[in-house]
């Protein structure tokens, strides 16, 4: 008998992950690899929350937790949901967790029984999928396209609703557009699921924080009060706080999903690490006028890259409105020729020309859903991309029609 189970056996590692780890592996024969496949901050986490840990640790909170999460923490996300959406939470309402990624995958594994639907709208998180399959779920995709900003309208939505549908996934910013709803696109996809009582929303705000232009953001929660209890708003400090190694995410909703969540958790890993929760509630407690300044070393380096980049020939930057990631139509590429006469397909045949020929690597936008993209990640050094934009430039000059 097989000892891997039929569910392992269809899902695949997670792209930006493998691709993240060839990096460091080139990285460390000494080849001169610029990665932009990832998906972290490249600044250090902020000395006073690592001050925080070095505290919590010398304090002897060196043990397990209450399962869902330190009461400190949990009153520093009460209070964060409070001032930054006027949404009130009781304690019951919320879970912290190994990373927002762990909590959506036990969301989906307390509430989907087999075939039970998620909609994703497309280009989505590499990781939605898998853990839908994970739990026996079925993902329905629904594409969005460039003109419509990548994001999910109204009418989509209510083309895919089905009786057997139990979450909407949305993201906003998007991983890996940059898209971010407004209040009023919020509004109207809360209009379509007023009439759908059954259907759940799964709002992943974890790049919240990284909004570019003085655009505002909004969250469905918030907007749509009449959904307030079957919305599970998923957040983290990973991306706003730089403490991607730190594994703390949190969520928010119903009291029932919330319980099953915990019990979930109970029974497989126990509460989150009880250093990073100290680290995490001193982020979120404290002054945050330093976001300010990395929000703006994004925008500035997505003005500068989208620059750099207006004039190679078949690559159109679609230009993202949060998050830290370029998202690259790299349609005016396929049908040409590399250098060693092999005929550029897809997306991945782009992306692998990019990393063997001038040894830059960024991730297809297929493994986000949606083809013929590419996406970057701008949360490296302005002089990285700088040399990542010329060897672009080299490299697409070295192809042929
Ligand atoms: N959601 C999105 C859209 C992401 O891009 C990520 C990380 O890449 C996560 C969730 C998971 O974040 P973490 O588990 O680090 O909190």
Redesign the pocket.
Known sequence: MALLNQIISTIKPSA?LALGQKVLEMKAAGEDVIGLAG??PNFPTPKFICDAAIQAIQAGQTKYTAVDGTPELKQAIIDKFSKDHGLACKPHNIIVGT????L?YNAFMVTLNPGDEVIVPAPY?V?YPPMVQCAQGHSVFVPTSEAAGFKLRPRALSKVITKKTKWLCL?SP??PTGAVYSVDELKALGEVLAQYPHVHVIS?D??EKLIFDGQSFATIAQVCPHLQDRVLT?N????AYAM?GW???YAAGPVGLIKAMKTLQSQSTSSANSIAQAASAAALNGDQSFLTSWVQKYQSRRDLMMRNMADIPGLKVCKPSGAFYLWVNCQGLLGKKTPAGTALETDMDVADYLLDSVKVAVMPGSAFGMGPYLRFSIAVSQENLDKAAERFRGAVARLSS
């Open positions: 930006t998906g972290e990373g927002a990624k762990q959506l998180w990781s993201n998007s991983n992943d974890i790049y998923i983290g400090v990973s991306k991607t594994r703390i995410g």
